[in-house]
């Protein structure tokens, strides 16, 4: 993605005609500002790792304090994904990896 965005940036920074000094001036303000949100991004992506963690280790592991409730939570939610193609989308983009 940054490979993206710094050719976004270039280009942007080519049709405005800057000079050299204006050119590096602009860079250095776009990637600050990229780097600004960088936490708060990761932080989110971070998250969902650990939620999508937590979904495939409670659908998947018996646990052996685990009541009648939960397995039939644990039933249904199995159930729900080999039947629903939504859900087996929603499982590949987490199981590969969430967008940056």
Not at 23 to 50: C, E, P
Not at 52 to 69: K, N
Request: proline letters at 2%; a negative charge.
């Amino acid at each position: 993605m940054k490979e993206v965005m710094q050719l976004d940036i270039e280009q942007v920074i080519d049709s405005a005609g800057l000079g050299p000094l204006h050119r590096r001036v602009l860079v250095l303000y776009a990637l600050a500002t990229l780097l600004d949100g960088y936490g708060a991004r990761a932080l989110r992506r971070v998250w969902k790792a650990v939620r999508f963690s937590w979904w495939m280790t409670t659908m998947l592991h018996t646990f052996h304090d685990a009541g009648e409730f939960e397995h039939r939570m644990q039933e249904t939610e199995l159930d729900y994904l080999a039947g629903s193609l939504a859900a087996q989308t929603a499982m590949a983009e987490n199981y590969t990896g969430l967008p940056f």
